[in-house]
């Protein structure tokens, strides 16, 4: 049971859009674990309501401004009192484990430079889909320090204020680039070896799975831009990875068999050959090395999805350069099909 004083400590800011049931199964997760606040960006399913009768006290952005998650978890930050010194961030999609909030709180209570805590997010369903089932694998993080937290997690609130909360422009990548202003001010980020949520991602469709590349991808290229020069990350590193794998080799093999068909020049169409079977050498590289720690399947199946991400990303960069360039706000790039939440 959690003492009292933990539990008026503690802050839980919720936020989602159009999640049905799963939103009520969420703020049902939570139970009498802290203020709860509800932060809704243009719902038309009712979740205001079913929200509000959970007890959650809810706040309903003005949707002339442009939405981005970051906005809402701010905007939930500032509604919460400022007694609550511990922020317990959750999406609308999922539901927190029994346990989680008091080992998140007695985490940061026993090490005052740590700014942010998170446990092991699983897949409500990774048997339903391979995209359930890589988003399954790509949210376990080894227990231990950690470089980045995603936008489930326990934050202190005065590693939050001292950052200066979330970047509200970012329509992805926001949690990585809140993490890095963290780091930079000398706070810490640790993933507990503990169960901390259940996540839906409601993938079923390559379509979706597409999507959530590009919108990766942007986010690479716009902390690659924010971030530049700094050692706390690597996302120069992912966006070249992407623009290699995604851009500059498909192009060279395109030009080298077109020009060698052409020219009839044996050299240009070895380039170009090569380069078109340059991606596959690498899925095989990245299975064997997955293979060491998953089975066949799974090492198999994130291989292949690894390399066919990387075009997706390519254009999501491109997206975020075009209105870097040309002064235009990027819009959030959702992969789920709310109209199909439940």
């Known amino acids: 049971m959690m003492a009292a004083d933990a ?10 859009r159009n999640e049905g049931d799963r939103l009520i199964r969420c703020l049902r997760s939570i139970g009498g674990h802290g203020r709860v606040v509800y932060v809704d960006s243009g719902s038309t399913d009712g979740s205001q309501d079913a929200a509000a009768a959970l007890g959650a006290r809810v706040i309903a952005l003005d949707m002339a401004r442009p939405f981005t998650a970051a906005r809402a978890r701010n905007a939930g930050l500032a509604a919460l009192p400022a ?35 998170f446990g092991r997010l699983r897949e409500t369903a990774p048997e339903a889909s391979i995209y359930n089932r890589l988003c399954d694998m790509e949210w376990a993080v080894a227990p231990g320090p950690a470089r980045f937290c995603g936008g489930n997690a326990m934050i ?7 950052a200066g909360g979330y970047p509200e422009a970012m329509i992805a990548g926001e949690e990585p680039d809140l993490s890095i202003r963290m780091r930079a001010l000398g706070w810490t980020i640790r993933c507990l070896p503990a169960e901390m949520m259940r996540h839906d991602a409601a993938m ?16 690479f290229a716009e902390l690659a ?32 068999i077109v ?10 169409l070895i380039v170009g050959v090569v380069a078109l079977v340059a991606p596959g050498a690498q ?35 491109a997206r975020y350069w075009r209105g870097r360039i040309g002064g235009r706000r990027a819009t959030i790039i959702e992969y789920k099909d709310r109209e199909r939440a439940a």
Not at 204 to 219: D, E, P, V
Not at 259 to 268: D, E, M
Not at 291 to 317: E, H, N, S, T
């Open 156 to 162: 202190r609130r005065a590693a939050l204020d001292a």
């Open 225 to 256: 831009d924010r971030h530049r020069g700094s050692p706390l990350h690597d996302y120069g590193r992912r966006l070249a990875s992407a623009l290699l794998w995604g851009a500059a080799l498909p192009a060279v093999a395109v030009a080298g």
């Open 204 to 219: 079923s469709r390559f379509g979706q799975y597409w999507r959530r590349a590009t919108r990766t991808g942007h986010a």
């Open 83 to 117: 007694e609550c010194a511990a922020i317990q961030f959750v999406d609308g999609d999922c539901t927190l484990d029994p346990g989680w909030l008091e080992k998140g709180q007695a985490a940061l209570a026993a090490d005052p430079r740590l700014a942010a805590v």
């Open 7 to 16: 539990t008026e400590r503690l802050g839980v800011v919720v936020i989602g």
């Open 283 to 317: 899925a095989l590289r990245i299975l064997l090395r997955e293979r060491q720690r998953r089975p066949w399947r799974d090492a198999a199946a994130l291989a292949l999805f690894l390399m066919l991400a990387k075009p997706a990303q390519v254009i999501g960069a």
């Open 259 to 268: 020009a060698g068909a052409l020219a009839r020049s044996t050299p240009l």
